[in-house]
């Protein structure tokens, strides 16, 4: 079956840091790819996406490129601020992410930024 | 747009008791809604997906008895946890699609299930 591979957390960075975040995947055919934010007390909202490979995400300063070649989908931030705090979710759609299919979501990684 | 209201955010209950939670998609008509759960430092975990007009799909190992869903209209999806227990104390979520294809989910803000 599918299933996503994303770093354990808490993951502590001061400000103005580079942010990496690793994310793996396996799934058959062609999934589409995800990143979500999840902020205290909200639920979760999508930051970018990817639908086929080499495909980069961008949003809000983060971006994604989708690695066919090594089935990953690492997020990046070249300088993360305080309120980037937020738990950040790998997740796979099995097709185009046309809504057929629930997604399959790694475990989450909590971000924390220090002033 | 494409915002989906869930509700309750919270709530308490005894052992044995039922709970409904509901999703309700504001400005579009979801024709599908996913019902995930998530345990405390676990992923979320696909549960049922319903859709409008006709009965649930339930993921392998969920209880389709315990955990009724109803989508009886394009705004409207309800998940009924049945006689709960405290094992069923999770974070629920309902998602939908977005519309466009490829364009992603809109989530709910996610219930807080605690069965005392």
């Known amino acids: 079956g599918n299933s996503v591979t994303q770093m354990e957390g808490p993951v502590t960075l001061s400000e103005e840091a580079f942010l990496t975040i690793n994310c793996t995947y396996t799934?058959?055919?062609?999934?589409?790819l995800f990143w979500y934010v999840q902020y205290p007390g909200e639920g979760l909202q999508l930051l970018l996406k990817?639908?086929?490979?080499?495909d980069k995400g961008s949003n809000k300063g983060f971006e994604a490129t989708y690695r066919k070649e090594t089935t990953s989908f690492h997020l990046e931030k070249g300088s993360v601020q305080v309120s980037d705090s937020a738990v950040y979710f790998c997740?796979?759609?099995?097709?185009?992410?046309?809504?057929?299919?629930?997604?399959?979501f790694g475990k989450g990684t909590h971000l924390i930024i220090q002033p | 747009g494409a915002v989906v209201s869930q509700h309750p955010s919270w709530v308490i209950c005894k052992s044995g008791t039922s709970v409904k939670i509901e999703c309700r998609s504001l400005?579009?008509?979801?024709?599908?809604m996913f019902w995930y759960r998530q345990f405390p430092k676990q992923s979320l975990m696909l549960m049922a997906t319903?859709?409008?007009?006709?009965?649930?799909?339930?993921e392998q190992g969920v209880e389709k008895d315990k955990f009724l869903i109803n989508h009886a209209s394009l705004t409207l999806s309800t998940l009924t946890v049945t006689s709960a227990h405290p094992e069923d104390s999770s974070f629920y979520i309902c998602?939908?699609?977005?519309?466009?294809?490829?364009?992603?989910?809109?989530f709910g803000s996610g219930t807080r299930l605690t069965v005392v």
């Open positions: 998602s939908a699609p977005r519309g466009q294809k490829g364009y992603g989910y809109t």
């Open positions: 799934a058959t055919g062609y999934p589409s």
């Open positions: 990817a639908t086929k490979a080499d």
């Open positions: 997740a796979l759609s099995p097709n185009s992410g046309g809504g057929a299919d629930g997604l399959t």
């Open positions: 400005d579009f008509q979801a024709t599908t």
């Open positions: 319903s859709n409008e007009g006709s009965k649930a799909t339930y």
